[in-house]
């Protein structure tokens, strides 16, 4: 309970919501590193995700991204870059960046060879061209998991930018490596805390942001699937 009231006094500290050092500045590095780091990933995976899925071709190297982007330890690469690039967010962007690949080049890829051969040959029966029927048939019906792939990829990259802070980068993982450092564990574990609320609300965001993204009619026919898979496991 005393490490706990610990943390709760840290929190109510004002000195911790003002300044460099302060929680508002620190919560817009962690947010801007993570965003850049998703983004550019997404400018990376997503044409070749969807290229792949597309053209049903070279598929072994979707799931060989995946693999070696797994295999990659998150600290291995950015010491690597480190010792490239030298201090900055350079080292850090290249080993986030790694790291939010593979989910989006995965799940862009599976989304669209899970759309239905049917469906695309109905499309092509109804005279659309090969670009028009990628996005006006088969990227609608793939954004479920193109936007999961984006989900995983941007909560893993909010967690694992924690690690910025050891080369001299911001955000919430200033708090958890300087408590580390310092033996300050009430600063260590609010550190660790602002990482896991930011964490869980880039996942509810991102949630939110894919049920408006997913067509309605899309949206109908998993509502009933779902709710006999709900009907089965209590069955």
């Known amino acids: 309970m005393t490490h706990i009231s610990n ?130 048939v088969e990227l609608p019906l793939a954004v479920p998991l193109v936007m999961a792939g984006i989900r995983t990829s941007a909560v893993q990259v909010v ?8 080369i001299a980068g911001g955000g919430f993982g200033r708090y958890v490596i300087d408590g580390f450092a310092q033996q300050d564990y009430t600063k260590l574990f609010a550190g660790a805390l602002l990482v896991a609320v930011l964490a869980m609300a880039t996942e509810l965001s991102l949630s939110a942001v894919e049920r408006l993204l997913v067509p309605r009619g899309i949206r109908l026919q998993r509502a009933p699937a779902a709710r006999r898979a709900t009907a089965f496991k209590t069955a």
């Open 159 to 166: 967690a694992t930018a924690t690690l910025a802070a050891l």
């Open 7 to 136: 943390v709760v006094r840290w929190f109510a500290d004002p000195a911790h919501w003002n300044g460099p050092d302060g929680i508002p500045q620190r919560l817009v590095e962690h947010i801007q590193i993570s965003a850049e780091s998703v983004a550019i990933g997404a400018v990376i995976a997503l044409p070749i995700g969807i290229a792949l899925g597309h053209y049903g071709r070279f598929g072994n190297l979707a799931i060989n991204i995946s693999n070696v982007g797994r295999a990659l330890p998150s600290f291995g690469v950015l010491v690597l870059a480190f010792q490239v690039f030298g201090l900055g967010n350079l080292p850090i962007l290249v080993a986030l960046v790694a790291l939010a690949i593979p989910p989006m080049v995965t799940n862009s890829y599976v989304g669209l060879r899970e759309v239905d051969p049917d469906v695309r040959e109905a499309a092509r029966g109804m005279g659309y061209r090969e670009l028009a029927q990628l996005l006006r």
